[in-house]
């Protein structure tokens, strides 16, 4: 059942005296229930308990962490219909994408569960004492990472399971030892608050400290800003807009202790068509791209905004088919008015600016809500000129760049931003003939595809979610697979530290059998 | 030779119509050499160099990265006993802390050499296509680490060796694949142009390219500021004062594209005396802690500035042998009149505190640019009402806090800023009765020591040298050992990349014979 209270730890407020409700775009009317902002002081609240749970949750063996982890994806599931349906209200998204996002959200917990309790992953690296060394005695060293303290996670619109409540950075940051406090997303309040409740079933259940998980609904911007401002906090995950993920970093690092914020944020996911490949298959290049750009309603961060190709007749091919494709999607439905409206207004002005012309728009009268599918093209030439054009527009929007030849084709990709992935369509063998364009297109990515498409992001350890600025604020860490745990931990140093006062993974015994660096050599074995 | 010219790439130049001394301590007269300063040009030339060279350097094999590391150390030995003569004429510092310095210089740049030559440091993960999964396929994905981009290193004032222009952060930068714009230190840029001829030598003598590595003269701090909002500059390494690398912090955050800066900063670097221990061996823990803090006059980062200790009999004990030996101490020379006269000021500041009582004071007649070294004492309640009295007094200084009892001394700890280190010393069971006064300590530094002091930092792999802001402005990170080289790369995604193409790190082959992470396991084989 949805109360529209916070949880404040294991207990849940209404002490604000502004509510919200959120929106069911497919009905183009309000939702039922009202959510009750929280206040400052459920704020101060909030992360005083984290602080306090932190002294203890930190040390809290990966065993035990990774039986919370399982118990909330247990409650999760308990949750059963109620959540995929409130999931489908407040979104606007079908049931078999809501139940694939669920899916998807276990998972994930169940994978940092295995992560913690395997136990390797802290790193443990350990020099032993050399008492006799000349001219000076080496001390003992051992190394670990330790959980960096409360983490905030602001809730994605987008993913309003998968990237929100207990999400990949939730799951990630508990799995790391830290006390997580959520900004729910005001567009799915209450499938926030239901899995909210799951979470603190599985705390209590688990035996967690009270402040390990909190959860404060908003539809401002002030709980996000104080939260992100309260000197308990320790660092940030957010998804979603250049604007909003910006403006987070920027109040981060105005702190009196800066702290860090891994932030993802808009990216148009270029897509390098080499010349052979649309000789010969322009057309069913095109057909796969129009299910890529269209897919979810463009509403993946990893959506195909960008296509850049040398001009021939491959390429008109390609861009022929492409616009025959895209009308014949049918329209689908966006996330909320604001963001249908984000997208016709980003759209517009894309469509206003000089030289662009377009080769297909979805044209017929569409539902409330639902987004018209626009496929544009460009000369290289004016792309280059027009930064506008290297903007996201949020949505089934995609742009074909015409180059005039390789060199402008590796100058594009030379100034591009930072982008979450690049792509590059070849047949077999002419990519090594664009191995300057294809180090380029490395410089301004995360993770770079070759014959695929960028949407659909696998979780999995090799995965690289995020890239160099904007794509996010941080290209060194990932937010997808279980390496994104080593946002929220620092390592640390034991000097001569007494073995029986050392935590597990740096004991001489090795009493959880992990891999550790002892000495420079890897191994299991005990010292 | 020093010509006082600046090493843009491998060109020399002089362009600057300022030019600046640097100074002898020990004689206080200026050094005869006048260096140029770097102009607005200098700066922009010698980015856009950085960015060129990082086309190839990136992709340079650990093998020949490792050549060039060694030619560095090499070529640093052959300049012979006139870098070791400059050194001590530009620092004041003896002739065998610049011997042992050299030697920990030339240790660091093979240590990095052998890292990056034996390959396993890029963390390859991989994880193999499922062409036949349900619902749907799994694509092949590999990630590892590649090089972030130029970096801009800050010679440190205490480490003209070891912690500047070819120091420690310069030596993880190249070992990266990011070429390496050095500011180098006004007080000792005649140490730094001969080292840095030595690189330049080593560069060319192994075939890197041009660019690869500058230095540029400056006694502002304008050229650094210029350096850190160079569009081509992707990461900063720092070391000194927190007004310092708070100010580059701060320009970095507010780029259009934000940066990493690892600042390592000021530190008081705490050190708990527990009663038993003071009971037994109060004298010569208190002998050992006089050397500490008059260590190379104080000028270590982790010098320890700050006694915490429960009143006590043993404490009076404690605190009345340091007064002794510590003014039996020969009084020694600073880096240079401007930090000589910081620290007379700061200790004055310090002194005029209320409450605060002088335990012994170096009170005869010293040498111009010598430091007088100076232990106080306070009350653990004064200490808590007075910020003033936790920040760092730069030199031969430290301050003795005598705590009513377990809860005051628990307190204290709590409300330090972020340390570098923190030390308890301790006998051998009593430490186990101080559990909660120990998790507090190590929230609050990077490194741990069980009876020891906090000076001397063991260059290994399981040090860590950096700590909460603001002893570091990224805790993340260490500075000291091998792991320095994560503060420079990004893990990057190859999906489904043809096996001819990928890096050798991440072929099926594993030509490099490196440890790979492949579907979950840890192993060296090939696929």
């Not at 002294?55 to 065993?63: E, F, P």
């Not at 057309?283 to 299910?291: L, Q, R």
């Not at 760049?401 to 030379?414: P, T, W």
């Not at 992001?457 to 979610?465: A, I």
Request: one cysteine or more; a negative charge; charged letters at 20%.
């Amino acid at each position: 059942m949805i109360t529209g209270k916070n949880y404040i730890g294991n207990t849940t407020t209404a002490n604000g005296n502004k509510t919200f409700k959120t929106f069911n775009p497919q009905k183009n009317t309000e939702n039922e229930w009202a959510f009750t902002e929280a206040t400052s002081a459920d704020v101060n609240k909030a992360c005083e308990l984290a602080a306090n749970a932190f002294k203890t949750y930190s040390k809290v063996s990966g065993a035990k962490k990774a039986e919370f982890l399982r118990a909330i994806a247990t409650e999760i599931e308990n949750l059963g219909e109620e959540l995929l349906n409130v999931y489908c209200l407040e979104s606007g998204l079908p049931a078999g994408r809501a139940a694939g996002e669920r899916g998807r959200t276990l998972s994930q917990l169940r994978s940092f569960a295995n992560h913690v309790e395997e136990g390797s992953w802290v790193e443990a690296t350990i020099d032993t004492a050399q008492p006799d060394r000349e001219p000076l005695p080496k001390v003992d060293l051992r190394k670990m990472n330790v959980s960096l303290g409360p983490v905030v996670v602001f809730g994605a619109s987008n993913f309003p399971l998968a990237f929100s409540t207990a999400g990949g950075d939730t799951a990630a940051a508990l799995a790391a030892g830290c006390p997580v406090i959520v900004k729910s997303h005001p567009m799915h309040a209450g499938t926030g608050e239901l899995v909210s409740s799951a979470i603190i079933k599985a705390a209590e259940k688990t035996g967690m400290p009270n402040g390990v998980f909190s959860n404060l609904n908003s539809s401002g911007i002030e709980v996000g800003q104080e939260l992100v401002q309260n000197s308990n906090v320790k660092a940030v995950a957010f998804t979603g807009s250049l604007n909003g993920g910006r403006a987070l970093y920027d109040l981060a690092a105005k702190r009196d202790e800066p702290i860090p914020v891994f932030a993802e944020m808009g990216s148009i996911n270029p897509v390098v068509i080499l010349p052979k490949a649309l000789e010969n298959r322009a057309s069913d290049i095109a057909k796969t791209y129009a299910g890529s750009i269209t897919l979810g309603t463009g509403q993946f961060c990893t959506n195909p905004g960008l296509i850049l190709a040398i001009k021939s007749e491959g390429l008109t091919n390609f861009v022929n088919t492409l616009a025959e494709e895209i009308v014949n999607i049918e329209p689908s439905c966006m996330l909320h008015p604001n963001i249908a409206g984000a997208y016709e207004k980003n759209k517009e002005k894309a469509l206003s600016q000089n030289g662009i012309d377009i080769l297909a728009e979805h044209s017929e009268n569409v539902q409330p809500n639902f987004a018209k599918q626009v496929v544009t093209t460009v000369e290289g030439k004016t792309f280059l000129e027009n930064e506008t054009l290297h903007h996201e527009v949020f949505g089934p929007y995609s742009l074909v760049v015409q180059c005039k030849g390789e060199a402008e084709l590796r100058e594009i990709i030379s100034k591009l931003e930072g982008q979450l992935t690049g792509t590059v369509i070849s047949d077999d063998t002419e990519i090594s003939n664009y191995v300057d364009v294809i180090h380029e297109l490395e410089n301004r990515v995360g993770r770079i595809i070759f014959n695929g498409v960028p949407t659909g992001v696998e979780v999995c350890p090799s995965m690289l979610h995020g890239g160099p600025y904007p794509a996010s604020t941080d290209s060194r860490f990932t937010a997808v697979g279980v390496d994104a745990i080593k946002r929220f931990v620092r390592p640390f140093s034991f000097q001569d530290w007494p073995n029986e006062l050392l935590p597990a993974a740096l004991k001489n015994e090795n009493p959880l059998g992990i891999l550790r660096t002892v000495n420079g050599k890897k191994t299991t074995k005990k010292i």
